[in-house]
Each structure stands twice: as structure tokens, then as C-alpha cells.
């Protein structure tokens, strides 16, 4: 009777101890979530989540990625934290409908556990074609772009390394390099590209729950199961910055900031848009501290403009302005076409033909109007008054006075003229009237 109590007591600590343990082995499950390009605002929210995880003893960090590519720096600095993360970081493709293209390639090969959810896909990884400025060679009687070249084997060695770090398809995301191949989720788990494919964040925690990886050198069990989440926000600065540093969103903004100073400038007062597209330029400067712009994609789209406006002032049928439509399309698709530093650009139907156009047609009913402007007869100013007719006030002999729309003005004519008579002003030089005497039958 006595051992029955002590028994129940060793069966309690037991048990507490037993919860206790495998509360603790929990731990805590860090999440992260990327939705849009990969820039430098973006890479350091994730290095700074590494970071925390790690600090905090996490038992690993979750990112949920949905990306279509972005800078190549940027990716390097996540894979880098990554790769030397003391903690496991399990990259999960989703929602339903996203996808790990280019840039979010090499974030999921690079993930301790790499998953999608159905309806996603992966690879494309090659990087954009850049125009202008490029080195070409002759090459078994072809044309190669050497810098794409250069880029392509540059990534597609880096992807490989990170993939045999991973046990992953090598052959695989090099071709995703190369030949810009992309997978659905059941493909890229049929090839070793991935570990695992799960409808949820639920079932994604019940499938790796106990599987083993290698961090920071060492086997390490995943131990998740009653784990809480902790999910790390993106700070207001980062978000702000990532906002920016979207290549459609700087177009934007340039374009409007040209078009609001060229209003002020040609309505000084107006101070509204004037303001806007000062604040709108500031803004562009900024982002195009964070994104490799091309230097010649800038200068066409500068002198797209200038070749609007100077429609205005020489008109040819429409020859400048066409011309500068030309040029700001093609400097729009040039403006980030960087492939060596990543694969970002101006989306060219849903916001650079949008945006051009609205810039055209600003353009040309501007041209329209100042066009009918100039061709109105002056109505204010001294030179308005050239020929209108008035009256010799007194005789001028050479020089006398006239009286004109309600005005006395001295005036001199190359001809002896009668008071009284009708007079036309030909000219106006400061205070006085050039004048000639108006026949008879003209009055």
C-alpha cells in the first residue's frame, strides 16, 4: 500500500518530465514570407531572420516564397546566410499559383528542406537578354552575346555548387540555368529537385517532422511537432524600400516626375505639380540606388522627351514626336535589362506601353495647343499693335504724333503725312511708332 503512492509520484515526474522534453524539443518554428522580387530590401529581411532564428535557438526558420526572380547580389546574400546558417531554413513554395522562378531557383535548391504546394512551379533561372552596349564574337559560325555567356556559366556553376551541397539535382538546375527549363511541383520532386510536396503549412510540418539535415555541418532532427510560430515581419523601412526598388514602380514614378515638373515649368505658380514631380524624381533617385539601371536605357528615354517637346517648337508632321515615342519605348525595356546583376525590367504591355501612351497623348495635345497658339494673332504686348490703323493727331513732318486705339504715341514716317489722316503702324520701337500713310481706298 505504501509503494502505490511513491509508484503514482515516479509515474508523475515521469510523465511531466516526458512533456516537458518534448516541449522543449519543439522549440520554436521562425517564419518568414517573401511575395515579389528578390532586391536588397528583401535579402536583408531574410538575413536578418536567419539572424533572429538563430539568436533565439529556433528550432528552424520557415520562409513561404512566391517570386518571379530578382537581383542577383540579393540572392547571393540570402544563399550565403543560408548555406551557413546554424539553424535548418525549409523554403516552402506557396501559396496555390506561385512559383520560384529564377532568383527563387536558387533560394529553394539552396534550402536545408526544399517543398511546394500544388499548383506551383520552379526553374527558368537564365538570366534576361541584354540589349545594347554588349560585346559580341563569331563563334562555330554563330553570333554569342559574351557577356549573357559570361552570366549564364557564372550562375548556372553557382546554382550546381549550392544543389551538390544539398543533394539535389545537379543536372537539373544547371539545365534551369542554361536552357531556362521550369517544372510543376510533381516534376521537380520526380527529379530530386525538391523533398517534398504538401497541400499546407500543416502538412508541411507533419512531413518533415523528424527528418534529418545537415546544418552547419552536423546532422540535425527536425523536431517541430506543437512547435509554436513566430512569424517575422518585414519593417516598415524594408517594405518601403522593396516597393521601390520594383523596376515597374520606378518607371512610373520617373515619368510622372518629368511630366508634373514640365507641367509647373510651363505653368510657373501651378506649385502642385511642380511639387509631385519633385517629390516623384526623389523618389526614382532612391530607387535607382538600389536597382542596376542602364546608363543608355536613361539617355533614351531623356531624349524621348526632349524630341516631344521639341516638336513643338519645330513642327514636322509628327517626325520628332513619333521619334520620341520610339525611343521611350525602347529605353523603357532597356532602362534594367542588366542580366549580369539580375533579371529585372519594365513590364512592356502592362506598364510601359500603358505609361507611354498616356505620355503620347499628354504630348500631343500639348503640341496641339501651343501649335494653335502660334498660329493666333498676337493680342497683348507692344507688338499687337503692329497694323492697326489710327489717326495723325498732328502733321508729321517725318515726326509727330499719332492717335491709336485710344493712345497718343509719337511717331515717324518716311513721308510728310497730314493731321487727321488715317495712319497703319508697322512697327513699334520702345515709345515710338513707326508709320505709313493709309490711301484712301484701304480706310
Excluded at 31 to 36: E, F, N, P
Excluded at 111 to 138: C, F, L, R, W
Excluded at 253 to 278: C, K, Q, R, S
Excluded at 350 to 377: D, I, K
Aim: aromatic fraction near 6%; charge should be negative; hydrophobic fraction near 50%.
Amino acid at each position: 500500500m505504501r509503494r502505490e503512492p511513491r509508484i503514482r509520484w515516479a509515474v508523475g515526474v515521469a510523465l511531466a518530465g516526458w512533456l516537458a522534453a518534448g516541449a522543449a524539443g519543439a522549440g520554436e518554428l521562425k517564419l518568414a514570407t517573401v511575395s515579389g522580387m528578390i532586391n536588397p530590401a528583401v535579402a536583408e529581411y531574410l538575413v536578418q531572420a536567419v539572424e533572429q532564428a538563430e539568436a533565439d535557438g529556433a528550432s528552424a526558420l520557415l520562409i513561404e516564397l512566391d517570386t518571379p526572380g530578382g537581383l542577383v547580389d540579393s540572392t547571393k546574400d540570402i544563399i550565403q546566410a543560408m548555406l551557413n546558417s546554424r539553424v535548418p531554413v525549409i523554403v516552402y513554395v506557396a501559396p496555390r499559383g506561385a512559383w520560384a522562378s529564377s532568383a527563387g531557383t536558387f533560394i529553394t535548391v539552396a534550402a536545408h528542406v526544399a517543398a511546394m504546394a500544388p499548383g506551383t512551379s520552379i526553374g527558368a533561372a537564365s538570366p534576361i537578354q541584354a540589349q545594347g552596349g554588349d560585346t559580341n564574337e563569331e563563334k562555330d559560325g554563330e553570333r554569342t552575346d559574351v557577356s549573357m555567356q559570361k552570366a549564364e556559366n557564372f550562375l548556372a556553376a553557382f546554382i550546381e555548387s549550392v544543389a551538390k551541397e544539398r543533394n539535389r539535382n545537379v543536372e537539373w538546375v544547371g539545365k534551369a540555368v542554361r536552357e531556362a527549363v521550369a517544372v510543376g511541383e510533381t516534376e521537380a520532386l520526380e527529379l530530386g529537385v525538391i523533398d517534398l510536396v504538401a497541400e499546407n503549412r500543416r502538412e508541411l510540418l507533419e512531413q518533415i517532422e523528424g527528418r534529418e539535415v545537415k546544418v552547419d555541418g552536423e546532422m540535425q532532427t527536425i523536431t517541430l511537432a506543437g512547435a509554436a510560430i513566430d512569424e517575422i515581419e518585414m519593417g516598415q523601412l524594408q517594405r518601403f524600400f522593396s516597393f521601390l526598388a520594383d523596376p515597374n514602380v520606378a518607371f512610373i514614378l520617373m515619368m510622372a516626375g518629368m511630366l508634373g515638373l514640365y507641367v509647373e515649368f510651363n505653368n510657373p505658380g501651378l506649385i502642385v505639380p511642380g511639387v509631385v514631380g519633385a517629390i516623384c524624381l526623389m523618389l526614382t533617385l532612391m530607387a535607382f540606388q538600389v536597382l542596376p539601371f542602364d546608363w543608355l536605357g536613361l539617355l533614351l528615354i531623356l531624349s524621348g522627351i526632349g524630341l516631344m517637346v521639341a516638336e513643338i517648337f519645330f513642327p514636322t508632321m509628327g517626325a520628332l514626336f513619333a521619334a520620341g515615342v520610339l525611343a521611350l519605348l525602347i529605353g523603357g525595356s532597356m532602362l534594367f535589362d542588366r542580366p549580369e546583376l539580375g533579371d529585372l525590367s519594365v513590364s512592356f504591355w502592362s506598364v510601359l506601353v500603358p505609361v507611354v501612351a498616356a505620355m503620347a497623348a499628354f504630348g500631343a495635345l500639348v503640341v496641339f495647343s501651343v501649335g494653335r497658339t502660334f498660329a493666333l494673332r498676337q493680342t497683348a504686348g507692344v507688338d499687337e499693335l503692329v497694323g492697326l490703323v489710327g489717326k495723325a493727331a498732328t502733321g508729321l513732318d517725318l515726326d509727330g504724333r499719332v492717335f491709336v486705339r485710344g493712345e497718343y504715341w509719337n511717331a515717324h514716317a518716311d513721308e510728310p503725312i497730314g493731321e487727321g489722316e488715317a495712319v497703319e503702324v508697322v512697327a513699334v520701337e520702345g515709345l515710338r511708332m513707326d508709320v505709313r500713310r493709309v490711301p484712301s481706298d484701304e480706310v
